[in-house]
T-cell receptor, first 117, second 115 residues
Framework: AQSVSQHNHHVILSEAASLELGCNYS??????LFWYVQYPGQHLQLLLKYFSGDPLVKGIKGFEAEFIKSKFSFNLRKPSVQWSDTAEYFCAVNLLDYGGSQGNLIFGKGTKLSVKP | DVKVTQSSRYLVKRTGEKVFLECVQD?????MFWYRQDPGLGLRLIYF???????EKGDIPEGYSVSREKKERFSLILESASTNQTSMYLCASSFHVREGRYEQYFGPGTRLTVT
């Protein structure tokens, strides 16, 4: 079965530290890629997305992600985190040629980010 | 602004009860989805629907059924609730950005406890 791996279960950083959250997927075909964020007590929000074109995509709140096709990766980055970035982050993949023609997503297990003030 | 609403934020039911979770979206989206979210497991797709009266099984459909009688409403049904169905249930809808490109938007979730 196709899967999405997020390498870190829980990441703890101090404010102003740089962030990189890993995401890998196991599928060689055409993909659409997403990062979602869930702040404490809030619903899942779309952070950024990749469909095609420039593999470096920018999202909201200073986040960016880079699609590296050869590595099947879509890592999320932020140069300087803030306490307000404390949340759970989910990577998700839409496998266009593998049952994903209606946009259904496969999610990773999530990474909890705690930012210490 | 896309709005996906779910009928309850919190629900407590007894084992064996029939449970209905309702989801409504106001953006005329074609596709709707039900996920469950469990700590350490992420989101797992239960069912989705790409049109009225159409449904497709997701990764974990056992013990669940769905109904989509109107485009804006997608219901998740637990025929006989069990304690292992205690979870957060998330509804989503998606729109077709362009050919092969969809964006999903999520509701606030229903935290269901089965005792």
């Amino acid at each position: 079965a196709q899967s999405v791996s997020q390498h870190n279960h829980h990441v703890i950083l101090s404010e102003a530290a740089s962030l990189e959250l890993g995401c890998n997927y196991s599928y060689g075909g055409t993909v659409n890629l997403f990062w979602y964020v869930q702040y404490p007590g809030q619903h899942l929000q779309l952070l950024l997305k990749y469909f095609s074109g420039d593999p470096l995509v920018k999202g909201i709140k200073g986040f960016e992600a880079e699609f590296i096709k050869s590595k099947f990766s879509f890592n999320l980055r932020k140069p300087s985190v803030q306490w307000s970035d404390t949340a759970e982050y989910f990577c998700a993949v839409n496998l266009l040629d593998y049952g994903g023609s209606q946009g259904n997503l496969i999610f990773g297990k999530g990474t909890k980010l705690s930012v210490k003030p | 602004d896309v709005k996906v609403t779910q009928s309850s934020r919190y629900l407590v039911k007894r084992t064996g009860e029939k449970v209905f979770l309702e989801c409504v979206q106001d953006m005329d989206h074609e596709n709707m989805f039900w996920y469950r979210q469990d700590p350490g497991l992420g989101l797992r797709l239960i069912y989705f629907s790409y049109d009225v009266k159409m449904k497709e099984k997701g990764d974990i459909p056992e013990g669940y059924s769905v109904s989509r009688e109107k485009k804006e409403r997608f219901s998740l049904i637990l025929e006989s609730a069990s304690t292992n169905q205690t979870s957060m249930y998330l509804c989503a809808s998606s729109f077709h950005v362009r050919e092969g490109r969809y964006e999903q938007y999520f509701g606030p979730g229903t935290r269901l406890t089965v005792t």
